[in-house]
């Protein structure tokens, strides 16, 4: 399988993106689905999930209150709509595809993904 992300950019504090992972060469429905994060000298830090069964997983309270991961079946694509963007959000952002076995409690771990995207670029700045 084969992901492409796109969407990322500049925008200013308080403002919105929407990021899109486009899928080839499987369905989507059948994966589990995530987003993860790098910034500058960091690590890559998981973001949200979706599980092929349509369950959602979020990094933290405050994620989950500003992003929401979601799918488009028909397109094939993941989402991920980020909202009221803070300049900690500044990241490269990277969606995943990873076997549908992978149970709840290791949603959230990187190494339970076997394929990546390229990445797309999130900067908040003012």
């Known amino acids: 399988v084969q992901l492409q992300a796109s969407g990322g950019g500049l925008v200013q504090p308080g403002g919105s993106l929407r990021l899109s992972c486009e899928v080839s060469?499987?369905?989507?429905?059948?994966?589990?689905m995530a987003w993860f994060r790098q910034a500058p000298g960091k690590e890559r830090d998981f973001v949200a999930a979706?599980?092929?069964?349509?369950?959602?997983?979020y990094s933290t309270d405050s994620v989950k209150g500003r992003f929401t991961i979601s799918r488009d079946r028909a397109k094939n694509t993941l989402y991920l709509q980020m909202n009221n963007l803070e300049p900690e959000d500044t990241a490269v952002y990277y969606c995943?595809?990873?076997?549908?076995?992978?149970?709840?409690?290791?949603?959230?771990?990187?190494?339970?993904?076997?394929?990546w995207g390229q990445g797309t670029q999130v900067t908040v700045s003012s």
């Open positions: 995943a595809a990873g076997s549908k076995t992978t149970i709840s409690g290791y949603i959230r771990s990187l190494q339970k993904y076997d394929a």
């Open positions: 060469g499987g369905t989507m429905s059948t994966y589990n």
């Open positions: 979706l599980r092929f069964n349509g369950a959602t997983y």
